[in-house]
């Protein structure tokens, strides 16, 4: 559920007309919904208040800050992939020690950042990792708090790009490994072993392979135990699936009885990081109409908005549906929704049925909240789009529209070009 809805034939997000907010900030744009995301992290966070729990928002789906401060502002805490991330983190307010770090390639510099930033666990993904994790730790004088993030093998059955529990997948120690791994995590004196992670991948419609991941975990917490070495935290990761187009994920209350259920008498507390399914169907990306074409007998819109700006569809082929912001009660026809970037493979919408659309006439994609702006780029050297929260009747923009004086910040022309 979410608060996009037409009165009147007029797409509303909560009580402002969508057309309001182009006539203010142009197109294209992001909005999104407060009372959806507030509801949405809400649902989810109360669906394991009688556990012990801590839900770290995974802001690599939008990291946008204000989105960020509402979350810590209801308990949240993040899951952070980069120093970059730690930065926005901090710096709209939330806890560093709520903050849990998972990733594949921590340089050296955001580990120093983040132990310095006393965060609550490090998630480590190699025995490498390991090794530079005490170093950093030492170094700084400090006890770095750590899981190692196990890929328990698990088949997620999404997407193969968002797929990270398999064993053919880059992320995490193999189980049978991670046993070796933590004995000699407990014999460094930078590190305190306090957790087991893992995240087996994004956008899952079931919940078994959840449950089946959790079992492995539970197995090689038993082993652990056997070995002295006892755990405070599992980290269950992220990936719980939302509705793009007919999908029916299992609901935020139903996840966590499955998961809940296998947790009885055990006193972990337990870390989640969904991403998606607090942010995906709170946004939107608004763009409009440039051009109606047809060629070779096929119908194209041609709209402002692009790959860059929701790369999505490019890169997954994924689904978003299409809104008119004004519905017309024409007859529907098949058409592709493009974009202005100079690639066949810049689309929002293929093959799809949709009301006629004239030059001026705004669409809204749904289901943009998450991994929308958040995976935008400049390609084609256009500026990254603004972004809007709604709230009741009013809105503001959270982020400004980038400049054309922005695409060039930081460049420079070097002499040996200008001069001689
Ligand atoms: N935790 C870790 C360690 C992750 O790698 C991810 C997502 C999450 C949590 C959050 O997963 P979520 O709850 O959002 O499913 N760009 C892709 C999704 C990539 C997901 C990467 N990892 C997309 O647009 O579908």
Not at 150 to 173: A, Q, R, W
Not at 286 to 307: G, I
Not at 361 to 376: E, H, K, T
């Amino acid at each position: 559920m979410h608060h996009f809805h037409y009165k009147k034939n007029e797409l509303y997000c909560e009580d402002v007309p969508i057309a309001s907010i182009a006539k203010r900030v142009g197109t294209p744009f992001y909005v999104y919904s407060h009372a959806t995301l507030k509801r949405h992290f809400d649902a989810f966070d109360g669906a394991f208040s009688d556990v012990k729990h801590l839900t770290c928002y995974s802001m690599k789906s939008n990291s946008n800050k204000a989105l960020l401060a509402l979350f810590a502002g209801r308990g949240g805490g993040v899951d952070i992939v980069s120093g970059g991330e730690l930065y926005r983190a901090l710096n709209a307010g939330v806890d560093p020690g709520k903050i849990v770090f998972s990733g594949v390639g921590k340089s050296v510099q955001d580990l120093e950042y983040a132990v310095s930033s006393q965060i609550l666990m490090f998630n480590v993904e190699s025995p490498q990792e390991l090794l530079k994790l005490n170093d950093v730790a030492l170094r700084s004088g400090q006890k770095a708090r750590i899981s190692i993030r196990v890929n328990p093998d698990v088949d997620p059955k999404t997407h193969p790009y968002i797929s990270t529990g398999l064993k053919e997948n880059k992320f995490g120690i193999g189980v049978e490994e991670a046993l070796g791994q933590y004995e000699k995590a407990t014999k460094l004196d930078g590190l305190d072993v306090v957790g087991v992670s893992c995240h087996i991948g994004s956008q899952l419609t079931q919940t078994s392979p959840f449950v089946d991941a959790l079992r492995k975990l539970k197995e090689l917490i038993a082993q652990l135990k056997d070995m002295n070495i006892s755990i405070r935290y599992l980290d269950l990761g992220g990936g719980l699936g939302i509705t793009y187009d007919s999908e029916m994920p299992p609901q935020p209350s139903e996840y966590a009885r499955d998961i809940k259920s296998e947790l009885a008498s055990t006193d972990w507390t337990l870390i989640l990081e969904p991403g998606r399914v607090i942010v995906g169907n709170a946004g939107a990306l608004v763009t409009k109409v440039l051009y109606a074409k047809t060629s070779h007998e096929k119908n194209f819109f041609v709209v402002d908005a692009a790959m860059n700006d929701l790369m999505r569809p490019s890169l997954y082929g994924a689904y978003h549906g299409i809104q008119p912001v004004k519905r017309n009660p024409g007859e529907k026809l098949t058409a592709d929704i493009v974009g202005p970037i100079c690639e066949s493979g810049d689309f929002l919408a293929k093959d799809r049925q949709v009301e006629p659309l004239a030059p001026e006439d705004l669409i809204a994609v749904m289901s943009a909240g998450a991994y929308g702006f958040s995976m935008s780029s400049t390609y084609n050297s256009r500026p990254r789009v603004c972004e809007v929260m709604v709230k009741e009747d009013r809105f503001e923009i959270i982020r400004q529209r980038e400049t054309f004086e922005d695409l060039v910040r930081g460049e420079s022309i070097p002499d040996f070009l200008t001069v001689g």
